[in-house]
């Protein structure tokens, strides 16, 4: 990964802007997925892949797009944001839809306090 999940939210909000969205919201994930397939007691097949995922919701009024992508490129962050932008002028009226007020939003995560893993029995 040559950009930073932050860097790459920052430039989904900037493209979105730049394409005529009213308001939007970014997401960045990275991710490691491991599968292990054991027949008989033998190894039959191991897979692990990698990869960064990325996702934009813009608003125009009550009208709201989502897209995704797993190409971070600059050229597909500007591709997703036109697109997302042209989806939301289409879509119909929606009386919920809407970012979250900063009031509404999760003060003060306790990370360190969530179990994130299961153990293996």
């Known amino acids: 990964m040559t ?6 939210t920052a430039a989904l909000l900037e493209a979105a802007g730049k394409a005529g969205a009213e ?8 991710g490691t997925a491991v599968s292990i397939e054991i027949r008989k007691g033998a190894l039959e097949q ?3 892949s990698e990869g960064v995922e990325i996702g934009l919701r813009v608003l125009m009024g009550r009208r ?9 490129s600059a050229a597909t ?8 932008v042209a989806m ?5 009226e929606d ?11 999760a003060q ?11 153990a293996a029995p």
């Not at 950009?3 to 790459?8: F, G, I, Q």
């Not at 009386?95 to 939003?105: D, M, T």
């Open 64 to 72: 709201q797009a989502c897209v995704s992508a797993s190409d971070t």
């Open 46 to 48: 191991a897979e692990r």
């Open 3 to 8: 950009a930073s999940l932050s860097d790459l």
């Open 77 to 84: 962050i500007t591709a997703l944001a036109e697109r997302a």
């Open 95 to 105: 009386p919920h839809a809407g970012l979250a007020e900063p009031g509404q939003l």
């Open 88 to 92: 939301a002028r289409e879509a119909p």
């Open 23 to 30: 308001s939007a919201d970014a997401l960045a994930v990275d």
């Open 108 to 118: 003060g995560w306790d990370l360190a306090a969530l179990d994130l893993a299961d």
